[in-house]
């Protein structure tokens, strides 16, 4: 079992609809979860990131966390065809480096 | 703030030859540092954990005598492929933690290519 999973898509949406990107961790010590996006060829970039269960909003982000299910996702509302990207999500298992999923790619169709 | 520099962004080098790549926090100071590989439509993996004034640990499978990591001060880190071949074709990324939050910041990425 991965330590971290995700669907690896691609997830296509119409340009204005929510997206809602999944991902499962494994090690239930885990603290700290965070969502990156990457463009293609580049580097990623921190979007949120979020630590207590519940849901943590950021404009037109909110990424949700439910340590009993071991369960993270994070919705994208009034999707733009600017959000077509890969999305990783990440995990702080306390050994210091974030351990990575294997990304979402997301197509926003104008 | 938490700008991580990488540098350089992209390079070429013939096989057999050494590449260094350099990862500089900018306005903060890293006593660690990541460095990620990532091939084509893959995700990051971990190479090695960069520690300022020691030696640096490499991940399983990650040969030490093969990327040579320095963290000489508390805001640069240094990777080098030594004797490059084609498979390390790929792209090396740096990360460090900002200790004013939660977020890991990455440098832009090198894209090295062996030819």
């Known amino acids: 079992q991965k330590e971290v999973e995700q669907n690896s898509g691609p997830l296509s949406v119409p340009e204005g609809a929510i997206a809602s990107l999944n991902c499962t961790y494994s090690?239930?010590?885990?603290?700290?979860f965070f969502w990156y996006r990457q463009y293609s060829g580049k580097s990623p970039e921190l979007i949120m990131f979020?630590?207590?269960?519940g849901d943590k909003e950021d404009g037109r982000f909110t990424a949700q966390l439910n340590k009993a299910s071991q369960y993270v996702s994070l919705l994208i509302r009034d999707s733009q065809p600017s959000d077509s990207a890969t999305y990783l999500c990440?995990?702080?298992?306390?050994?210091?480096?974030?351990?990575f999923g294997s990304g979402t790619r997301l197509q926003v169709q104008p | 703030g938490a700008v991580v520099s990488q540098h350089p962004s992209w390079v070429i080098c013939k096989s057999g030859t050494s590449v260094k790549i350099e990862c500089r926090s900018l306005?903060?100071?890293?006593?660690?540092m990541f460095w990620y590989r990532q091939f084509p439509k893959q995700s990051l993996m971990l190479m090695a954990t960069?520690?300022?004034?020691?030696?640096?640990?490499?991940e399983q499978g990650v040969e030490k005598d093969k990327f040579l990591i320095n963290h000489a001060s508390l805001t640069l880190s240094t990777l080098t492929v030594t004797s490059a071949h084609p498979e390390d074709s790929s792209f090396y990324i740096c990360?460090?933690?900002?200790?004013?939050?939660?977020?890991?910041?990455f440098g832009s990425g090198t894209r090295l290519t062996v030819v």
């Open positions: 990440a995990v702080d298992t306390g050994r210091r480096a974030l351990t």
């Open positions: 306005d903060f100071q890293a006593t660690t």
């Open positions: 960069s520690n300022e004034g020691s030696k640096a640990t490499y």
């Open positions: 990360s460090a933690r900002h200790q004013g939050d939660y977020g890991y910041t």
């Open positions: 090690d239930r010590g885990s603290q700290s």
């Open positions: 979020i630590y207590s269960n």
